[in-house]
């Protein structure tokens, strides 16, 4: 492998973390949620109530697919939308009891997938690895 190959690499373990994290989520019952679902969750675990607007910028996506994203996450019931009673524009998400009992089981697969990812890779090659990682985000 050679250092033009590294975004391939970055895609590839990204996908298999992405697999990792629905399978686990199956293995929780949580069939029919990808990972776009658990960023609302995980975003809505952090900050109680978030703006449709808040949501799209915090995991990085299109409102229309945010829209589309929480729709599913209302008819599973794990979150509920409300429109603002003043501005009728901004319709905020807020979890469920239902939606809000995830947040362990999110800790728990989070837990896991960050001991299979840094497997064999010591602390010091961590904390290089996220300051390589962030000087290539700020690069773009």
Do not use: P, W
């Not at 978030?50 to 008819?75: E, G, P, Y």
């Not at 905020?92 to 960050?114: C, N």
Request: glycine share 4%; no cysteine.
């Amino acid at each position: 492998m050679e250092t033009r190959d590294i975004i391939s690499l970055i895609s590839k373990i990204r996908e298999k973390v992405n697999r990792f994290i629905v399978a686990e989520m199956v293995k929780q019952g949580l069939d029919g949620i990808g990972t776009s679902h658990g960023d609302i969750i995980y975003a809505l675990l952090q900050k109680h109530r978030l703006t449709m607007a808040d949501i799209s910028q915090r995991i990085n996506k299109d409102k229309s697919t945010v829209t589309a994203l929480v729709d599913k996450l209302v008819r599973l019931g794990l979150v509920t939308k409300e429109r603002d009673q003043e501005d009728t524009r901004f319709v905020y998400v807020t979890l469920t009891e239902k939606g809000r009992e995830l947040e362990t089981v999110f800790e728990a697969i989070s837990a896991d997938m960050l001991e299979q990812f840094y497997r064999n890779i010591s602390e010091k090659e961590q904390e290089t690895l996220l300051s390589i990682l962030m000087k290539i985000n700020n690069n773009f």
